[in-house]
């Protein structure tokens, strides 16, 4: 008897790598109190009696310092893992394992424990043939067992009991726990799931055995067969059954791809199973039969990782692929997903004659559509994805247009996808990447609203709706008699990114409930909240403006003008213009309503402290929302009037510039005179009370005031404060700066800031240069937005003394 064992572990040792060969497994019936492995050696292992199972350190492929403290078997090929600890996470090398009467406790080589098992009153400890390694007390009743505890895989033998499961590894040589879960559930149920890699909680299912309540217990017998044991019967997992099981060794795995299968692999020593076997392992059943095909999940990427599918191969090996012109962020780490080898469509240039589609069959990202349009034909499916710089997928079926964006998620292909897929990818002689770096399209950005528009669309399809809303808008929307603003505003919806709605001032009146509820008033006219009916059941906020038409210089004819060119400014930072009247006396703006408020009352009036975080969040996005009206669309736009109050917040305190292209309509002429003096005071640059011209620059000071406003907390002016120096914020900063004292000019509670000083000066130095007295000194909003990103260095800004006349 003893004999044998001794032949297995000498058979090994001649086996096994080089680097084994100083260490010394040996091979126990049981191991008492006082052992212990080390992942150095001498003694990295105990085999099982048979010695076909060993229990202790082994080396993770690829790596000679890095140990996974396992259970494996001894002959199969690649020593194939059955059990593993901790989340497979590695053992560094020098780790002990040492064997106490409280059971198995893991040190690294400095002493701390990473994993322990066990309890007071452990005898002696067993690696037995089926593969389970139990600790047992002195009456010889198991305290803990392996197969109590398993990982990835369950083998002959092995009961999962309800609430048990078994977790996927992350790839075939990467043992950390992975994307799938399969449970065996309290409530009876036994269900696949996948999980996020960071967390423990679980996303949709993607197989179930749908017995809840009547499920007991998951079993793998020796002749090979899983089954899970309901009360009154029992369902079968797998088919697996075998003849003479004794001349194989069998499993059944998680794998890392989601699929449960049940290996067997010939015993060397047998030669009756060599018949027709390779010596590997094979597999004999799997479960769920087409992974792919399943109800999909509303959380994560679905089977495969985010952009990528998941195709069955005729193996029944799961694969998943990249759609063409995609490719693996990291080949080697397949679940990190896929991304486009092309830059996305801009949503700032109009790209849409860039790109074009590629009909895929049999393939869908299920539930990732972020857009479904019923009664349509084809052709206009396929021009709303190229007119919408989120759209990177389409699929078009029997009228019905779903719009799907990346990062798309459960994707599949097989017989069983009854959809064609339409993929977004720039056309082959694309100069698409060029035109990111070509700065030429900036010259001729002062066109004629009209060229502008027709840069926006240059299919055919958007032209000719442009030009019948530019040229016919104002007299066809005019006369027409709108049934509702509810019906318009589905045109609006339908038309999404064309121009904005003529709206009638009857439905606009009594949207405001007769103009009763004030939320904000200026030089320009008066606020007031309104709302409108969405589809049936939804209602969408509105800021409707009524404009003073004293202030107003236009005609009739240019007001609609100009309120075209506000309505084609769209971006993440502006708000959004959706419609205007302009009936007889009456002149009023529609806008999307903002639900947080203005920068002034969030950061100045608020009750809540704004951290530090959202703040500089929302000065960068301030800043790119400058940066687009000054430079990136078709007619630049100078706001004039940049202060906190026209700044607001959405939900998600995303700031958006408003009343942007209102000094065009009001009676200034911006660029000559110095009569009319736009702007608020504290806020406006000293050019304005000079007889010069005025450029963007003049936005360029706003903006350094409230970066300043932003990072302090607090008003530019404040007369509440005592101490002389600190009334004048600009002052007080600039002091604060040249001294090295820049602490003192952040709000006593921000500690959030103080420990962020780094950005904290290169913001007030930002302001400092958009603060200058002179315009040209000042840099462009894109030099600005640079600045704040970190991605060019900021000189010291001239000390700005001159300021001082023009501040108060
Ligand atoms: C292992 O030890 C226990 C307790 O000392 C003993 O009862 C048992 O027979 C031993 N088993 C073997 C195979 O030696
Ligand atoms: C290794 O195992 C053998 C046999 O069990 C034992 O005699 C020896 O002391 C062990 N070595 C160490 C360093 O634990
Ligand atoms: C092996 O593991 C060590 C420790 O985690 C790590 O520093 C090293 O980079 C790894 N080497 C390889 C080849 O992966
Ligand atoms: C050993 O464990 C069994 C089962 O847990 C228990 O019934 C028995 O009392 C234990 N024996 C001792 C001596 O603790
Ligand atoms: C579970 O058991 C109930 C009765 O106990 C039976 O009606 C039901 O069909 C069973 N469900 C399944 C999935 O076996
Ligand atoms: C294993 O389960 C199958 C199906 O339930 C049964 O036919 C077979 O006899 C079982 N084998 C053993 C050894 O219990
Ligand atoms: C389960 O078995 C019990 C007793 O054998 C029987 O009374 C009961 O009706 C069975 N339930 C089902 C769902 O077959
Ligand atoms: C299954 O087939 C694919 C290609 O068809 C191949 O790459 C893969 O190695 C095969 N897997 C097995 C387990 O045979
Ligand atoms: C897109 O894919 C096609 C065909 O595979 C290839 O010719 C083209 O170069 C790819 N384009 C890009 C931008 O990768
Ligand atoms: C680009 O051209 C290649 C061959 O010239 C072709 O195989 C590929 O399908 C084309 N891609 C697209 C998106 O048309
Ligand atoms: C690529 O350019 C050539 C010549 O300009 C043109 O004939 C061809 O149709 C273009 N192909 C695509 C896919 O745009």
Not at 31 to 38: A, E, Q, R, W
Not at 342 to 362: A, T, V, W
Request: charged fraction near 20%; proline fraction near 4%.
């Amino acid at each position: 008897m003893l004999l044998f064992p001794c032949l297995i572990s000498c058979l090994l040792l001649a086996l096994v790598p080089l680097q084994l060969q100083a260490q010394t497994t040996t091979a126990t019936h049981n191991i008492t109190v006082g052992s212990v492995l080390n992942s150095a050696g001498p003694n990295i292992s105990w085999l099982s009696p048979s010695g076909e199972f060993a229990f202790g350190f082994r080396a993770v492929d690829g790596n000679a310092s890095e140990f996974l403290l396992a259970i494996w078997f001894v002959n199969t090929a690649d020593r194939t893992t059955a059990w593993y600890v901790n989340g497979g996470k590695p053992a560094p090398i020098g780790s002990t394992l040492q064997f106490t009467s409280f059971g198995l406790s893991l040190k690294n080589s400095a002493g701390q424990e990473t994993w322990s098992a066990g309890a007071n009153g452990v005898v002696y400890a067993a690696m037995l043939d089926t593969g389970n390694f139990a600790l047992y007390n002195s009456s010889g009743k198991p305290i803990w067992q392996s197969f109590d505890n398993p990982s990835d895989t369950i083998l002959p033998t092995q009961v999962l009991q309800l609430g048990s499961y078994l977790k996927s590894r992350l790839m075939a040589t990467d043992y950390t726990t992975g994307r799938f879960i399969l449970r065996v559930q309290d409530d009876g149920n036994l269900v696949f799931y996948t999980i996020p890699l960071v967390s423990d909680n679980q996303y949709s299912p993607y197989w179930a055995s749908n017995t809840v309540g009547n499920g007991t217990k998951l079993v793998f017998n020796e002749t090979g067969n899983i089954y899970f044991v309901l009360k009154n019967s029992t369902f079968d997992v797998t088919f697996g059954q075998l003849n003479t099981p004794s001349d194989f060794y069998q499993r059944a795995t998680l794998d890392y791809d989601g699929v449960f299968r049940q290996y067997v692999h010939p015993k060397r020593s047998s030669t009756s199973a060599r018949g027709g076997w390779s010596d590997s392992w094979t597999v004999v059943d799997l479960l769920p039969e087409n992974i792919c095909d399943n109800g999909g999940s509303n959380d994560g990427s679905g089977i495969c990782s985010f952009n990528s599918y998941c195709k069955l191969n005729s193996n029944n090996s799961v694969d998943c692929e990249c759609p063409p012109n995609y490719s693996f962020l990291d080949p080697n780490r397949k679940y990190k997903g896929c991304t486009p080898d092309f830059s996305p469509q801009s949503c700032k240039l109009d790209e849409s004659d860039q790109f074009e589609f590629l009909s895929i069959s049999n393939l869908d990202w299920k539930l990732a559509d972020y857009e479904w349009y019923y009664s349509v034909d084809e052709d206009t499916c396929r021009q709303q994805c190229l007119n919408d710089c989120f759209c990177s997928v389409v699929v078009f079926n029997q009228g019905n247009c779903w719009k799907k964006k990346i990062p798309l998620s459960n994707g599949r292909m097989g017989d069983f996808v009854d959809r064609t897929l339409l993929l977004k990818v720039p056309k082959n002689n694309s100069t698409q990447i060029q035109i990111h770096k070509d700065n030429g399209w900036k010259k001729d950005k002062k066109v004629w609203i009209l060229t502008g528009s027709l840069l926006l669309g240059s299919s055919v399809f958007v032209n000719v709706l442009l030009i019948l809303v530019v040229v016919l808008g104002t007299h066809y929307y005019q006369k027409k008699n709108m049934k509702g603003i509810s019906q318009q505003k589905q045109t609006c919806l339908s038309a999404l990114g064309q121009s904005p709605l003529s709206f009638n001032y009857k439905e606009l009146e009594s949207s405001t409930n007769e103009f009763s509820e004030e939320v904000g008033h200026g030089g320009s006219g008066v606020v007031y909240k309104g709302y409108i009916h969405q589809h049936e059941r939804e209602t969408m906020f509105i800021a409707v403006k009524k404009m003073d038409t004293q202030v107003l210089s236009n005609t009739e004819k240019e007001y609609t003008t100009e309120v075209q060119t506000i309505g084609q400014t769209f971006h993440r930072n502006l708000v959004r213009l959706l419609g205007f009247c302009n009936e007889g006396p009456h002149r009023l703006l529609v806008f999307e309503f903002m639900n947080n408020g203005s920068l002034n009352s969030w950061l100045l009036n608020g009750t809540i402290k704004p951290s530090w975080n959202q703040r500089f969040q929302v000065a960068l996005g301030i800043a790119r929302g400058l940066l687009y009206l000054h430079e990136e669309c078709s007619t630049q736009i100078i706001h004039c009037d940049m202060k906190p109050q026209n700044i607001l917040l959405d939900d998600n305190l995303t700031p958006k510039i408003s009343d942007f292209g209102l000094a065009k309509l009001l009676k200034t002429d911006q660029t000559r005179t110095n009569t009319g003096i736009r702007g608020t005071k504290g806020y406006v640059a000293p050019e304005w009370f000079k007889n010069v011209g005025i450029t963007s620059k003049v936005d360029v000071y706003s903006f350094g005031v409230i970066l300043l406003e932003i990072v302090c907390c607090r008003r530019n002016v404040d007369q509440d404060i005592e101490d002389e120096e600190q009334v004048v914020l600009a002052y007080w900063v600039n002091d604060c700066y040249r001294d090295r004292r820049l602490g003192l000019v952040l709000p006593t509670w921000d500690e959030e800031a103080a420990r962020d000083m780094r950005r904290v000066e290169r913001f007030v130095k930002v302001a400092l240069w958009c603060i200058q007295e002179e315009p040209s000194l000042r840099p462009t909003m894109l030099k600005v937005t640079q600045m704040l990103d970190g991605a060019v260095d900021i000189p010291i800004p001239p000390d700005p003394s001159s300021y001082i006349s023009s501040i108060q």
